[in-house]
T-cell receptor, first 117, second 117 residues
């Protein structure tokens, strides 16, 4: 069974600075997808960024980028130029790419990010 | 599109009562997911549907929980009888068919906060 681990329950960053959130996962599959979701106090789950395991290039979405290390099974999220609105719980998630397996997501425990003005 | 719609947003009930949570997925999405979020267990997948058919209900905690999807635009999660340990935030999410659209992002609703006294 696949597992996702986020070892940092809480992180803090100064506004305009850069922060990196860690995520590791365990799987025997070679093809899969990885995601970072953001959950602000409103509780809504918002997709931040998505990475396909077969792609070597790291995904980037504006100020958000990932460092995907497939051999190490590591998938960290870097937030550049942090803004107050980035404060939220961040979840790392895994999804198999097996055909017809649907979109079942396996989530990590989450990292609570606070941004200091 | 209005996104995934869930109702009610908050539900407070007494132990032993029946609780019904409702979800309207994004139009055109083939998959619908029910998740539960608690402090102790994090985010857990309860059940998911593909084209209104339940595919994997292994996450449903016990027989007190049931879910239905009578049509493509509506799903319910029912707890009968409810217990205090069922108190959690319940999320509904939907996604297009990843094998047909190559897009597998899940779109989450705002969640229902359930409190069972």
């Amino acid at each position: 069974a696949q597992t996702v681990t986020q070892s940092q329950p809480e992180m803090s960053v100064q506004e305009a600075e850069t922060v990196t959130l860690s995520c590791t996962y365990d799987t025997s599959e070679s093809d899969y997808y990885l995601f970072w979701y953001k959950q602000p106090p409103s509780r809504q789950m918002i997709l931040v960024i998505r990475q396909e395991a077969y792609k070597q290039q790291n995904a980037t979405e504006n100020r958000f980028s990932v460092n995907f290390q497939k051999a190490a099974k590591s998938f960290s999220l870097k937030i550049s130029d942090s803004q107050l609105g980035d404060a939220a719980m961040y979840f790392c998630a895994y999804r198999t790419a097996l055909y017809n397996q649907g979109g079942k997501l396996i989530f990590g425990q989450g990292t609570e990010l606070s941004v200091k003005p | 599109d209005a996104g995934v719609i869930q109702s009610p947003r908050h539900e407070v009930t007494e132990m032993g009562q029946e609780v019904t949570l409702r979800c309207k997925p994004i139009s055109g999405h083939d998959y619908l997911f029910w998740y539960r979020q608690t402090m102790m267990r994090g985010l857990e997948l309860l059940i998911y549907f593909n084209n209104n058919v339940p595919i994997d209900d292994s996450g449903m905690p016990e027989d007190r929980f049931s879910a239905k999807m009578p049509n493509a635009s509506f799903s319910t999660l029912k707890i009968q009888p409810s217990e205090p340990r069922d108190s959690a935030v319940y999320f509904c999410a939907s996604s297009p068919n990843p094998d047909r659209t190559f897009v597998d992002t899940q779109y989450f609703g705002p969640g229902t906060r359930l409190t069972v006294l």
